[in-house]
């Protein structure tokens, strides 16, 4: 580069004008893109425009490029002759310097050229933390935590559930914060900056995705359609006079003296499983029926929200999250002051939290307590590394972990107190023990339990209402989380094909996610909900955050990463975060995995019971996701040339350097 160059002179990284040839042992005396070899030992640092020696023994030096995506390569293009690596010297105002570049041709030059342009960003430090906080609290929030808590000793499982988010969850949540945002990568190209050979977990995360997006819509379908049938004056499932019902329907809450036999069944239970699911109509996963054209219809138009929600990137679902991340949160507590009121609602509290201290003992909770942390803050899915790689370089992303990762577990708290008072309103109208009331886990906890008690309140319809509109809003941005971490994986992976056609890809992703979600709506579909929430997104999940920490901690290097993470915040990480990424964190993956393995979960939905056959079916598309790490493995150590102590050394070493911003000048190294 010339001296004297000004602004006007200098050209975009994407300019192709601002390539040049240069031959070994020459200057580039033009504005050329120079592309560092990563064992450079020189960085830039914001400090003055000054050249430094790295820090420590970092030799994985940072590459300068304002913060943008950046393909370097180290091996010369096929085909080309004589072409070798070229050695560029760069007179610069103070002091000179020489870097190593890579000549670039045809397909792969093309692919480090788009890769350079410019990256999306927030727009506002606030729409990311709405965005994560959207994300971690989702129904699991609503109805599974307060079950887990009164079902493993109440106010004492409160210990474990701290021990373990302490411990475990949260160190993976600031890990994958920090990851995301230094290399500002989505899942499956940031392999190449940490440790190439684990790249398959970038593909199981997005095939773990799909599978969620394919049930986790259809429960927003059923709540759709809930919703729409909340604009009534008399709720649907209020009493027994509807098509849908039985001899057996009972309404107790009428005014007549009803009394609750064995065998009754609340008009709420009814509508959930005979008019909403029609489970009646299918007898087992072995004869799923037809497809629910109302449910059909629900989804169609949750998918065609969340298309418009996410087609742009991060600047149009970081608006949109205002309105689904807070509503929820207003919602909770109108219905938490309306909870409170209700005869009977302290039943419901004393229960939720009286303190079993007898069952800490027990391995199981524990279990429980760093299964909920974990699928509560929900590393693993691809989505925080996905929305840290859009935040600004030298964002506090410590802070926002520990913020984010508090506010989820308080809301998990007090979502306890939403359900609970309700359900001992429901104990005292039924005259029963909140025991037996509370029984139900999973989403009937919700349409059927909470329904009913809604619809037995004054003003039942506008509490239906909020309350459907609420766990709405929940799901939702959690779906344009998932979704998003499968599209910046994609795009940053295949840059030269999906960077200018983001809309495209998102419509073919939206339609297939749709094309899954068919088995899920037809008259069986609830027992697949439910065969996938289990068995398809637990254990391979927990094997994907597993072997993440593994390759950070242990591969990548925690001395590395604490000196990325020192790069960005200007404080490196304690020796606290340093003994969780080592050691204590992999510890709780494995010891959570193993027990699910050791004891999987029997299945029984309703009346239908799985048969064993179900629980191998459920392993295999489990293991489907999960297969991808070791195919890639095998694959990797293939294709790369050399002995096998050769390839293997080549395959745990990053292939290229991450960008690191300076100023408002675009460069790739100095």
Same mark, same amino acid.
Request: glycine share 8%.
């Given at each position: 580069m010339e001296n004297k160059a000004t602004s006007n002179e200098t050209q975009p990284l994407t300019s192709?004008?601002?390539?040049?040839?240069?031959?070994?042992?020459?200057?580039?005396?033009?504005?050329? &893109?120079?592309?560092?070899?990563?064992? @450079?030992?020189?960085?830039? #640092?914001?400090d003055g425009n000054k050249v430094h020696p790295g820090q420590g023994d970092k030799e994985e030096a940072a590459q300068i490029s304002n913060g943008y995506s950046g393909v370097q390569s180290s091996v010369p293009c096929s085909g080309m002759a004589e072409a070798e690596d070229a050695q560029c010297t760069a007179p610069a105002a103070t002091t000179t310097t020489t870097t190593t570049t890579s000549t670039t041709?045809?397909?792969?030059?093309?692919?480090?050229?788009m890769e350079l342009g410019d990256r999306e960003t927030w727009s506002k430090k606030i729409?990311?933390?709405? @965005?994560?906080?959207?994300?971690?609290?989702?129904?699991?929030?609503?109805?599974?935590?307060?079950?887990?808590?009164?079902?493993?000793?109440?106010?004492?499982?409160?210990?474990?559930?701290?021990?373990?988010?302490?411990?475990?969850?949260?160190?993976?949540?600031?890990?994958?914060? $920090? &990851?995301?945002?230094?290399?500002?990568?989505?899942?499956?190209?940031?392999?190449?900056?940490?440790?190439?050979?684990f790249k398959g977990i970038g593909f199981a995360i997005c095939i773990i995705? &799909?599978?969620? $997006?394919?049930?986790?819509n259809t429960i927003m379908a059923w709540v759709?359609?809930?919703?729409?049938?909340?604009?009534?004056?008399?709720?649907?499932?209020?009493? *027994?006079?509807?098509?849908?019902?039985?001899?057996?329907?009972?309404?107790?809450?009428?005014?007549?003296?009803?009394?609750?036999?064995l065998h009754s069944i609340s008009p709420a239970e009814e509508f959930y499983t005979r008019q909403v699911l029609q489970v009646h109509r299918s007898n087992g996963l072995d004869d799923l029926g037809g497809i629910s054209w109302q449910l059909t219809l629900c989804l169609l138009l949750i998918f065609i929200i969340v298309y418009f929600s996410i087609w742009k990137g991060v600047k149009t679902s970081g608006k949109v999250v205002w309105v689904t991340a807070t509503f929820p949160y207003v919602i909770l507590f109108i219905l938490l002051v309306r909870g409170a009121t209700l005869?009977?609602?302290?039943?419901?509290?004393?229960?939720?939290?009286?303190?079993?201290?007898?069952?800490?003992?027990?391995?199981? #909770?524990?279990?429980?307590?760093? $299964?909920?942390?974990?699928?509560?803050?929900?590393?693993?899915?691809?989505?925080?590394?996905?929305?840290?790689? %859009?935040?600004?370089?030298?964002?506090?992303? %410590?802070?926002?972990?520990?913020?984010?990762?508090t506010v989820n577990c308080l809301t998990s708290f007090v979502s306890g107190f939403v359900i609970f008072t309700v359900l001992g309103y429901m104990a005292e109208m039924r005259n029963e023990d909140v025991s037996e009331v509370a029984k139900d886990m999973g989403p009937s906890l919700l349409f059927i339990t909470y329904a009913e008690a809604i619809a037995n309140m004054p003003a039942s319809t506008f509490f239906a209402i909020i309350f459907f509109l609420m766990l709405l809003t929940l799901g939702l941005d959690s779906t344009f989380a998932g979704l998003e971490g499968v599209i910046t994986g994609v795009l940053d992976e295949f840059p030269h094909v999906w960077s200018k056609r983001r809309e495209f890809f998102v419509l073919g992703l939206i339609i297939i996610c749709f094309l899954g979600s068919l088995a899920t709506l037809t008259f069986g579909g609830a027992y697949v909900v439910k065969l996938f929430e289990e068995y398809a997104t637990g254990?391979?999940?927990?094997?994907?955050?597993?072997l993440e920490a593994v390759a950070v901690a242990w591969f990548y290097g925690i001395t590395q990463f604490c000196n990325d993470v020192k790069e960005m915040l200007g404080f490196a990480p304690g020796w606290y975060w340093r003994v969780c990424w080592v050691a204590i964190s992999p510890i709780f993956l494995l010891f959570v995995t193993c027990s699910f393995l050791s004891n999987p979960p029997e299945l029984r939905l309703f009346? %239908?019971?799985?048969?064993?056959?179900?629980? #191998?079916?459920?392993?295999?598309?489990?293991? @489907? @996701?999960?297969? *991808?790490?070791p195919i890639y493995m095998a694959y990797r150590l293939i294709i790369t040339p050399g002995t096998l102590k050769e390839r293997i050394l080549k395959s745990i070493t990053p292939e290229t350097a991450t960008e690191i911003p300076f100023g408002d000048i675009r460069m790739n190294a100095v």
């Open positions: 192709k004008k601002g390539i040049s040839d240069c031959n070994e042992g020459e200057d580039c005396k033009e504005n050329g &893109l120079l592309i560092r070899n990563p064992k @450079s030992a020189l960085r830039l #640092v914001d041709c045809g397909a792969e030059g093309q692919q480090q050229l729409d990311f933390l709405l @965005s994560v906080i959207g994300y971690a609290v989702d129904l699991g929030n609503v109805w599974r935590f307060p079950y887990i808590c009164y079902q493993n000793g109440g106010g004492a499982f409160l210990i474990p559930y701290t021990i373990m988010a302490i411990f475990g969850g949260i160190p993976l949540f600031y890990m994958e914060l $920090a &990851l995301g945002q230094y290399h500002r990568n989505g899942c499956i190209s940031i392999w190449r900056k940490i440790c190439p050979i995705d &799909l599978y969620v $997006a394919s049930y986790y759709f359609y809930y919703l729409v049938s909340s604009f009534t004056t008399e709720l649907p499932w209020t009493s *027994c006079n509807n098509a849908w019902n039985t001899g057996n329907c009972t309404t107790y809450f009428s005014k007549d003296n009803i009394s609750w036999a005869p009977g609602a302290w039943r419901g509290v004393l229960y939720y939290l009286k303190p079993e201290w007898q069952k800490l003992l027990a391995t199981e #909770v524990w279990v429980d307590a760093a $299964a909920q942390i974990f699928f509560s803050l929900g590393p693993g899915f691809g989505v925080l590394l996905a929305y840290a790689s %859009y935040n600004k370089f030298h964002n506090n992303c %410590y802070q926002d972990a520990l913020v984010t990762s254990p391979a999940v927990l094997t994907v955050v597993f009346d %239908y019971n799985y048969p064993y056959w179900t629980t #191998v079916v459920g392993y295999c598309i489990g293991t @489907s @996701s999960i297969i *991808c790490i």
